[in-house]
Structure formats: structure tokens, C-alpha cells
């Protein structure tokens, strides 16, 4: 019987043909906690003696939540981290470097490889056809210390996409359509194995947005076959040795099978309180917009950035609307400003952040005040996400977010592009 991507890498991983159901032992290739989940995980090990990590050299602590601190609390919370790092010789991801997802896929994980990480949106690595999946700081710690972990084998979802996007219409408004289609629980503890043409035609990045969301809709991750997509990717992260094919067997049994039309599709946007709440964009223009943040581990990358700039190139930020603006990494922060859309988004009124999560999770850099509407490229609009449960978050592409920061408030982005 055919197996599924889950079913290849975990039974690779346990030295025995598994099936969806099975609980077992896997090794664990990658492990990575943030500064959030971190400080736990380490007071969890140190608490059972047990200082030391199987892979030092592919064990990474990221400083991105609340990067630069903006307390003396979440200071000395970095500072255990830093400690961690030189007693045991594991990687720390300093303030500046960028958010844990977007790192872990430019530097350090590869298709078949199994990554567990102390953050639920671990899954957006499962692009490179790797299982990658989130998990506590003490399974995660527990990981660091043997390099292994248990895991249930999960079934599949299977989410086949033909056909090409119209105009105005991005990765991130396919997957916000999967979710608000299957629900924030529809796929609790699956696997979605993203496939088909749309997706073979897609950028790695695109693949990020995808597998990055996979959680907002309850997997336990999110799946792309690597194909000469990526071994392109991992070539120009200079690890294209690091490339080996991955896809199901044309056999694999899956528990559902959902077919998409991408040429369907229509710019949409999740309104608040739920990732979920998906509506059709025409349903929420003339919404006031207060801020727009453009970034994260979801839409934070170059091409994302890229957008915006074409969208905002040669305009202005309306007068009672904030820009923010977050690369999702050094590296990506670095080809922007060599590519000039840095430059176009400060002309246009952004203030632009060091790379890390900036205001996406409520630490800093963007609290809303009360009553307020945010549009963000993130991946989450629960009540009070952003620091305040008296304000409003709806998650879109960058380009219906570029869009809104003109208008200053919800517009179509067909208008603009
Ligand atoms: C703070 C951390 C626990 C959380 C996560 O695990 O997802 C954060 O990254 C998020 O995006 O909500
Ligand atoms: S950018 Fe947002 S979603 Fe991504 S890891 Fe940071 S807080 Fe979580």
C-alpha cells in the first residue's frame, strides 16, 4: 500500500514502515524553540539536569518574539537563552535575525527531515517536504536533550489545486479560503498535503504561506512534495546538496480529498474574532483602518515585500492610517533594501521594524488602542492578539493590505495593482 509523505519521513525516522494511527519513536533531525517557549524549555532541562543537546549544531533558540526586548522581563528571559546557548554549543538566533520559521527554512531545514519546534506554526518548514510540526516547550526540550521525540502518525488531507490565480489573487487568499471552507477545526491533528498544478507553479514562498496557516485550520502540519521548486530555493540558500526528492506514492490513501479551482478564487479576508471568519472582500470594503502591518513568518518575505512596494510605489499612506512594516528575516531585509522596496515603503509613510515577529503576537511595536482596526499579513486575528481585546484584526495578502493603507480603510486591490 502507498504511503503519504507523513507516513515516508516518520517511518524513516522510527526504522519501520508506519501507518497513519501509529504511535511511535522518531529521531528527530531539527529542534527550535523562541524566546517565548524557550526560557521553559530550559528551565524544564536544567530542573532534570540534563544541560546537553543530541544535535548542538541543529538546535537553534531564536530571539523574534520581542525582538529587541522591550522589558526587563522578556530581557532576562533572553538572557537564559543566551546562557543555554554557551554552556551546551547550540545555535541562538540573536535579536535582528529574523522570525524562527522564516530562519529555519532559509538555514536550516531539508526535505525529509523531521522538525519539532516549541511554536505552533513549526508546520510552515513542511514546504521543503520536510514533517515539521509545533509542540511544548517540555516535548521540545525533551527532543533537544535525546534527538527523538513520540509522535501519532497522522492521516492526510489531501488538497488538490488546479488552475491559474485571477488578478489580485495570492496565496495567502487560497489557504484563508481552505480554512474558512474546512473551519479552524476541520483538519485537528491531519496532515495537509498540499498538491496539483497551482501549487507545483508556486514559489517556495508561496509554499510558506501555505504550510504556515496549515495550523489555523487544527493540523499537525502542513506538506509540499520537493520538487525542482526547491532544490532551486536550497540552491540559492546555498544548501542545494541539501535537496532530495520527496513525494507520496501514487497509491497513498488519504482520509479526504478536497479540490480546488484557483481561478474561483476571489481576494478575501479573515474578519475578526477567528481565522476562520472568512469573507469575500466585496463584503467588507468602506471598513475603517487604523493600522496595516505588512510581515511575519507568514507574509514577511521578499516577494511579499515586493508587493506592497508595486502597490504603494510612488503614493502615500493615508493620513489617519499607520504603515508597519516587518521583514521576516535579515536576509530578506537586506535584498529589499538592495532592491529598492525598502526605500518605497518609507517614501509612502512605513515605519519599518527589525526583522522579527514585530506586532503580531501583542508584545510591541504596534498595540492597537481601543476601538482600533488593523489589516496584518499575519496568520492570526484572535481577540486581543495584537494587546488589545478592544480592537480589531482582519488578516489578508499584502496586496489588499498595501491597498488599505492608502485608502485608510478596506479596498478591493484589483483597484490598485
Ligand atoms: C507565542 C507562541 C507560543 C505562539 C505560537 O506558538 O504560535 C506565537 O508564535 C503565535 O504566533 O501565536
Ligand atoms: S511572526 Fe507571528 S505567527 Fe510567526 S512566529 Fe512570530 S508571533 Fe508567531
Redesign the pocket.
Known sequence: MGKTISEKIIGEHAGKEVSAGDIVVARVDVTAV?D??GPLAVQQLRKIKLVEAKNPDRTILFID?AAPSPNKDLSNAHNILRQFAKDTGVILSEVGEGV?HQRLVESYVKPGDILIG?????CTSGALGAFST?MGSTDVAIGIALGKTWLRVPETFKINVTGKFQKGVYAKDLILHIIGMIGADGATYKALEFSGETIRNMTMSERFTLTNMA?EAGAKTGLVESDEVTRRYLKEMGREDEFRPIKADEDAVYERIIDIDASAIEPVISAPHTVDNVKSIKDLTGTKVDQVFIG??TNGRLDDLKIAANVLRGKQRHPDTRLIVTPASKQVYIQALEKGYIQTLVEAGAAVMAPG?GP??GVHQGILANDEVCIAT???N?KG?MGNPDSYIYLSSPATAAAAAIAGEIIDPREVL
Open positions: 523562541q517565548g517557549t518574539h524562527c516549541a511554536d505552533s506554526h513549526t509545533g495550523v511575519t513568518c515577529c503580531c503576537v499575519q496568520n492570526r484572535f492578539r
